[in-house]
């Protein structure tokens, strides 16, 4: 299975996907205030994001870590 990462971290609603790249369907969905708490908590570094696209198994650890 591979993932697609859909993120608007920097727009004043942010958003945050996580898609099946074969199927298009939604693994995990965080609204505005999910991406802002996981940000404030670390478990979202934002510079990581914008240099390097995250590897499947990053994904998956991310999805399981907000209980998906």
Same mark, same amino acid.
């Given at each position: ?10 727009? *004043? !609603? ?14 995990? *969905?965080?609204? !505005? ?7 404030? *908590? ?18 998956? !650890? ?7």
């Amino acid at each position: 299975m591979k993932f697609i990462l859909d993120a608007w971290l920097d727009h *004043s !609603n942010a958003c945050l996907r996580i898609l099946d790249r074969d199927t298009g369907y939604e693994i995990l *969905s965080w609204d !505005n205030q999910q991406v802002r708490s996981a940000i404030e *908590s670390g478990l979202i570094n934002t510079v990581d994001l914008e240099q390097h696209q995250p590897t499947d198994e990053e994904l998956l !650890n991310l999805a399981a870590c907000m209980g998906h």
